[in-house]
């Protein structure tokens, strides 16, 4: 019985037909169970940053503005969701967040990079698909 869900969100459409395919599913149970949408905003490194530019300010903001089209999407949703947002690597964060949050199941898209971009750079999907200690549900 699935009692919580995941769902990283990163503004792409991926990921948010993944946090559709969620909300489907959780409707479709009996038993809803609770819904978390987790954005990471991945750590940044510059040896100087821009004068004058506020790089923090700038990811915080566009994390915030990256939750917008989950709550246009979700406002329907009769149960309560969790929004998190954190910094760091993205596939470690979504990991741990699932650990921490005790999730049941990982509902993620998928960017659909070619064979060899994969086996070369990886991909944040396949990395939670290999370390996550709960089931991952990838969509495209």
């Known amino acids: 019985m699935l009692t919580h869900i995941?769902?990283?969100?990163?503004?792409?459409?991926?990921?948010?037909?993944?946090?559709?395919?969620?909300?489907?599913?959780?409707?479709?149970?009996?038993?809803?169970?609770?819904?978390?949408?987790?954005?990471?905003?991945?750590?940044v490194t510059i040896n100087e940053p821009p004068v004058g530019v506020e790089l923090d300010e700038q990811i915080e903001a566009e994390g915030s503005r990256l939750l917008v089209p989950v709550q246009e999407l979700l406002a329907d949703l009769q149960s309560d969701y969790n929004t998190l947002v954190k910094h760091g690597d993205p596939g470690k964060i979504i990991c741990q967040t699932a650990a921490q949050e005790m999730a049941d199941l990982i509902v993620m898209g998928t960017r659909g990079i070619?064979?060899?971009?994969?086996?070369?750079?990886?991909?944040?999907?396949?990395?939670?698909?290999?370390?996550?200690?709960c089931p991952v549900l990838t969509t495209k």
């Open 6 to 43: 995941l769902v990283p969100v990163d503004g792409s459409d991926h990921a948010l037909h993944a946090l559709a395919y969620a909300k489907n599913l959780l409707l479709s149970l009996k038993d809803s169970p609770r819904l978390t949408v987790l954005h990471v905003n991945p750590d």
């Open 114 to 133: 070619g064979l060899i971009s994969e086996l070369l750079i990886g991909s944040v999907s396949h990395y939670v698909i290999q370390h996550a200690a």
